[in-house]
Nanobody, 115 residues
Framework: QVQLVESGGGLVQPGRSLRLACTTS????????MGWYRQAPGKQRELVAK???????NYADSVKGRFTISRDNAKNTVYLQMNSLKLEDTAVYYC?????????WGQGTQVTVSS
């Protein structure tokens, strides 16, 4: 019943930008912390960025200064603006909604950075 649907992934050249969106339904979105994670082939899923219900944010060191997470509570949507994309950013990006011990995940969207 709870749904998280990512969109905005695709193939981009290094240095370009991409904006991911995750739209949720059937959760009290405004009180959930929202996060973006990614998983590259052969690697473990890692936290990319997180935004709390009060809009505090934190980022992985590897994306700090390049990526921006934001949320629109009126649209039940969290975004990840990705600028200056690098080859190393290639991964499946997953949206997460978290409230205490509750975690919901989207199915992921592929981001491929390639020349």
């Amino acid at each position: 019943q709870v749904q998280l649907v990512e969109s905005g992934g695709g193939l981009v050249q290094p240095g370009r930008s991409l904006r991911l969106a995750c739209t949720t339904s059937r959760i009290a979105f405004s009180i959930y912390a929202m996060g973006w994670y990614r998983q590259a082939p052969g690697k473990q899923r890692e936290l990319v960025a997180k935004i709390t219900a009060t809009e505090s944010t934190n980022y992985a060191d590897s994306v700090k200064g390049r990526f921006t997470i934001s949320r629109d509570n009126a649209k039940n949507t969290v975004y990840l603006q990705m600028n200056s994309l690098k080859l190393e950013d290639t991964a499946v990006y997953y949206c997460e909604a978290q409230l205490g011990g509750l975690h919901y995940w989207g199915q992921g969207t592929q981001v491929t950075v390639s020349s």
